[in-house]
């Protein structure tokens, strides 16, 4: 079972930590990612970190501006968000996938998902 939380009102600029719990189990050997989806627009990639847990890829949006890190002791992964723009408001969904590292920004290749937890960045 996965729990997303962390989300919440920020103003532009701002920054967010978002979290995913793992729960009855441990995401060892599971890729991990972060979709989120925005009113009226389908889910979207935003971030993934591959099995190994040695490998990232960020969707070009987030570049630079997203992290995506992990806690093994907590089972617990995190996304970062910073410098947040209002084009980041969206509920974001933290997913567990089997799939190989250049499938994981597809959402179909995701097994589990979390609740999800609104992002909103306005002023």
């Known amino acids: 079972q996965l729990q997303a939380s962390g989300g919440g009102l920020v103003q532009p600029g701002g920054s967010l930590r978002l979290s995913c719990l793992v729960s009855g189990g441990t995401f060892r050997g599971y890729a991990m990612g972060w979709f989120r989806q925005a009113p009226g627009k389908e889910r979207e990639f935003v971030a993934a970190?591959?099995?190994?847990?040695?490998?990232?890829k960020y969707s070009d949006s987030v570049k630079g501006r997203f992290t995506f890190s992990r806690d093994n002791a907590k089972n617990t992964v995190y996304l970062q968000m910073n410098n947040l723009t209002p084009e980041d408001t969206a509920v974001y969904y933290c997913?567990?996938?089997?799939?190989?590292?250049?499938?994981?920004?597809?959402?179909?290749?995701?097994?589990?998902w979390g609740q999800g937890t609104q992002v909103t960045v306005s002023s």
């Open positions: 997913g567990a996938s089997r799939a190989v590292y250049s499938a994981l920004h597809l959402d179909n290749m995701y097994y589990y």
């Open positions: 970190m591959s099995g190994s847990g040695g490998s990232f």
